[in-house]
Structures are given as structure tokens and as C-alpha cells.
């Protein structure tokens, strides 16, 4: 029987690795492990106990207001000894956060191999997303299993010289996580607040977008909202306490928006589902988004995923005041723009990937995902 760990510490990564955790415990072949970092602590638990997923491991990592320098130390301190008393055949672990990177590493040291879900997606601008970037370019360096959700991430791979046939194009797990989530019965109470305005959705938390450009989207998003009544803004709020207070900053006292703390990722679903658009600088919110047909304004300088973008349901803003403020305007004004921006596609899976893991892993054996 082979011994796979799945480590994982935030919340986009618990979302997309539950679901193969679950798949993976369906699995005759296959011992799961799970080990949580605790990089989030209260949003991480928050997907765990959506997902029925016990960690059999827990770092308990988090402090408030954490540098990069304390959760590498810490994740690399207190994960040698499970990587040691465990000794996985495999261990799994998700994209690109501090989580991510650092657990490869002290797998790399203690020479386990390493499965990369969520492998191949790039900027190639180190600074842009920070440090994300180079978390995953430094897991592809240590990786076995190279587990690419499109076709445009596998081919990143093989141009950087890896092994091909330690790719697999899977699709995202996220869209497997998006299979039972969306439900036309569906109520919230922020929903009912909403009413018959547009629901616009909102999300930030990037590093890089910290201080100043934070502001900046926040004062665009005001402006809008001041000149467009019909307009209701549902924003939770990540958290991190700068975001926090960046937000209540700009936006705490105006009436067109409800700052309201995380929600589950349940809920979060079905608000993108139903919202007029949406603006986040959030990397798995591009994934869901498009399968809606919603309209997202990212409100960053890079993104690792382009396939939206082409698919016409993403648009890269940036973060200056103005252009945010002049493109969210547009999509408002211009019925045409709305539209061309609003035809539901899905560049990034077909719900089975989880599947298409675990199968390689158990029985080697590999049906790839293509895009239609
Ligand atoms: C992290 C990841 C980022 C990912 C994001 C998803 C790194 C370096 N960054 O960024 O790649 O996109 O998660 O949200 O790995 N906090 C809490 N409770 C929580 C979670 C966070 O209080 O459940 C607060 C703490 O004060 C913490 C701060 O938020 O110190 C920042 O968390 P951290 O994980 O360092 O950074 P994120 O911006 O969340
Ligand atoms: N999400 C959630 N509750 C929230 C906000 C987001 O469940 O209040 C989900 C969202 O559906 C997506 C993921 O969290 O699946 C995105 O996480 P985040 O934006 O924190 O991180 P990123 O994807 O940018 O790494």
C-alpha cells in the first residue's frame, strides 16, 4: 500500500486539496495522511469542517501579523519530525504559498518525493505575485509528480526542461470542490440586503497590494459605488489585520457596501454565482468565476491565469485608482462591454481531476483533461 501525505496551510489550498483528500480516502491502494501547517487558522478550519476533513497532523503555525521568516521557520522546525516518523512514499502539496514551498524544501532535504497539484502556473515575474511566484518555481525544481490543471501550464513546464512524462494535465481541483456547491434555492441574508441591485462581489488580500495600491482600489471602488445607487458591494474581508484596516479605512462607513468576515466557501460560491461582477486581486476566485460567466475585474498587475483572460471573463486592471475606477464604470455603463465579458466558459477543468490524481497515483495509469 502506498503512503500518500497531503500538507497544506491556507485556505485556497484547503479548498483545492479536500476534495482529493476525500477521493484519496475512497482509495483501496492508498494510506492518507493529512498534515495541516495552521498557516490560517481560523480560515483554514473553516474548510476542513466544510469538507469533513481531521487533519492527523496539525503545525499550529499561525501568529498574528506573521513574516515570511516565521512560518518558514516554523513549518521547517516542526514538519521534520512527522516527515521523519511517517516517511511517505509521496507527499502532496497545493500551488504556491509559504505552506507549499516549505514543505517541499524539508521534503527535498529529507529526500521524499514530491507531488505538485496546481504545478505550472507562472508570471515569470518573480516580484509579481510575492512571493508566491517563486514558491511555485522552487516546488517545480523539487517535484515528481507534476500535476498541471491546463495545457498552458504543462507547456510551462516542459519549456523550463522538466521531465514530460512527470507531467499531467488534470484540470483544476477547484472545479471539482465547485461540483455540489451552487444551488438555485439558495438564500443569505446579504443576498436579501442585495435585493433586486447588482450584487457586486469583492475580495483582497495580496501581499504585493498591501499599503498603497489596497487604498487605491478601495477609493475607486467608493467612487463607483457613489455614483451608481443601484449597486450593492458584499465584501468579506480577509484576515489579515492591514487589509482590515486598509478597508475600514476607505470603505467603513459607506452605506452601498457590507464588510462581513470570511464566509464559507459554500456561500462564497453561490455569491459569485449571482453577483453583476466581481473585483478581487484573489488567484482561485479567476478559476470560479468564469464557470459562472461573472465578470472579474483583477485588480493586479500580473496573472498566472491567462486562460480567462483569452476566454474574455477576466480583465486585468491593475491597481491604480483611476484605471479601476474607468473600467468598473464601463462595465456598468456599457451594456455591450458587460456582455462581451459575460459568457460562461470553463478554461480550467471538468470536475474530475481529483479522480485523474488519485489514478495516477494508485494504478499509474493517465487519462489527460483537454479543454474543449
Ligand atoms: C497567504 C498566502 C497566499 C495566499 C493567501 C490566501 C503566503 C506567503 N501567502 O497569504 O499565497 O494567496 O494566503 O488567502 O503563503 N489571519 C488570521 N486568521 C486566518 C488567516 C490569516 O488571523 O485564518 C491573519 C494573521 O494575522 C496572519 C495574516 O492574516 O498573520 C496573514 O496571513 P498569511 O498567511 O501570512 O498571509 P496571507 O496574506 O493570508
Ligand atoms: N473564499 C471563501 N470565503 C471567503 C473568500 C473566499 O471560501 O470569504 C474562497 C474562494 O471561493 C476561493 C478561495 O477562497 O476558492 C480563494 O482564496 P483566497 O482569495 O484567500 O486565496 P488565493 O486564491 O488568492 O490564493
Known amino acids: 500500500m502506498k503512503k500518500i501525505m497531503l500538507v497544506f496551510g491556507t485556505r485556497p489550498e484547503a479548498i483545492k486539496m479536500c476534495p482529493l483528500v476525500n477521493e484519496l480516502k475512497t482509495?483501496?491502494?492508498?494510506?492518507?495522511?493529512?498534515?495541516?501547517?495552521?498557516?490560517?487558522?481560523?480560515?483554514?478550519?473553516?474548510?476542513?469542517?466544510?469538507?469533513?476533513?481531521?487533519?492527523?497532523?496539525?503545525?499550529?503555525?499561525?501568529?498574528?501579523?506573521?513574516?515570511?521568516?516565521?512560518?518558514?521557520?516554523?513549518?521547517?522546525?516542526?514538519?521534520?519530525?512527522?516527515?521523519?516518523?511517517?516517511?511517505?512514499?509521496?507527499?502532496?502539496?497545493?500551488?504556491?504559498?509559504?505552506?507549499?514551498?516549505?514543505?517541499?524544501?524539508?521534503?527535498?532535504?529529507?529526500?521524499?518525493?514530491?507531488?505538485?497539484?496546481?504545478?505550472?502556473?507562472?508570471?515569470?515575474?518573480?516580484?509579481?505575485?510575492?512571493?508566491?511566484?517563486?514558491?511555485?518555481?522552487?516546488?517545480?525544481?523539487?517535484?515528481?509528480?507534476?500535476?498541471?490543471?491546463?495545457?498552458?501550464?504543462?507547456?510551462?513546464?516542459?519549456?523550463?526542461?522538466?521531465?514530460?512524462?512527470?507531467?499531467?494535465?488534470?484540470?483544476?481541483?477547484?472545479?471539482?470542490?465547485?461540483?455540489?456547491?451552487?444551488?438555485?434555492?439558495?438564500?443569505?441574508?446579504?443576498?436579501?440586503?442585495?435585493?433586486?441591485?447588482?450584487?457586486?462581489?469583492?475580495?483582497?488580500?495580496?501581499?504585493?497590494?498591501?499599503?498603497?495600491?489596497?487604498?487605491?482600489?478601495?477609493?475607486?471602488?467608493?467612487?463607483v459605488l457613489n455614483e451608481h445607487p443601484e449597486c450593492k458591494a458584499v465584501y468579506p474581508i480577509h484576515m489579515n489585520p492591514v487589509v482590515r484596516e486598509a478597508a475600514v479605512a476607505e470603505l467603513g462607513d459607506c452605506d452601498q457596501i457590507h464588510i462581513i468576515e470570511p464566509i464559507e466557501v459554500f456561500d462564497c460560491h453561490n455569491f459569485e454565482a449571482r453577483c453583476h461582477l466581481c473585483l478581487t486581486d484573489s488567484g482561485g476566485i479567476q478559476e470560479e468565476c468564469p464557470s459562472y460567466g461573472r465578470p472579474v475585474l483583477v485588480m493586479r498587475d500580473t496573472t498566472e491565469r491567462p486562460e480567462g483572460v483569452d476566454a474574455g471573463t477576466l480583465r486585468l486592471v491593475g491597481t491604480s485608482e483611476e484605471v479601476i475606477y474607468k473600467n468598473f464604470k464601463e462595465l456598468l455603463d456599457d451594456d455591450e462591454a458587460y456582455k462581451k465579458m459575460s459568457g460562461a466558459c470553463n478554461p480550467y477543468g471538468d470536475g474530475h481531476a481529483c479522480k485523474r490524481i488519485a489514478d495516477i497515483l494508485e494504478f499509474g495509469i493517465y487519462e489527460p483533461w483537454a479543454a474543449k
Not at 473553516?46 to 516554523?74: A, E, R, S, W
Open 27 to 223: 482509495r483501496k491502494g492508498i494510506q492518507t495522511l493529512v498534515c495541516v501547517t495552521g498557516q490560517h487558522r481560523q480560515m483554514l478550519d473553516q474548510v476542513l469542517t466544510t469538507f469533513n476533513v481531521v487533519p492527523d497532523y496539525d503545525l499550529g503555525i499561525m501568529k498574528h501579523g506573521q513574516t515570511l521568516f516565521d512560518i518558514t521557520m516554523c513549518i521547517l522546525e516542526k514538519i521534520k519530525e512527522i516527515l521523519e516518523a511517517e516517511h511517505p512514499d509521496v507527499v502532496l502539496v497545493h500551488g504556491d504559498t509559504s505552506s507549499t514551498f516549505v514543505t517541499a524544501l524539508a521534503c527535498f532535504y529529507l529526500q521524499i518525493p514530491v507531488g505538485h497539484v496546481e504545478a505550472g502556473l507562472r508570471t515569470y515575474n518573480i516580484h509579481s505575485p510575492y512571493p508566491e511566484e517563486f514558491n511555485r518555481q522552487a516546488v517545480g525544481i523539487v517535484s515528481k509528480y507534476n500535476f498541471a490543471p491546463t495545457a498552458l501550464a504543462a507547456q510551462h513546464l516542459i519549456q523550463e526542461g522538466k521531465d514530460p512524462s512527470t507531467i499531467y494535465i488534470t484540470g483544476n481541483t477547484v472545479i471539482d470542490a465547485m461540483q455540489h456547491t451552487v444551488k438555485d434555492d439558495y438564500r443569505h441574508e446579504e443576498l436579501d440586503w442585495v435585493g433586486d441591485g447588482k450584487l457586486i462581489f469583492i475580495t483582497a488580500h495580496r501581499r504585493e497590494n498591501l499599503g498603497e495600491p489596497m487604498h487605491q482600489m478601495f477609493r475607486a471602488i467608493r467612487r
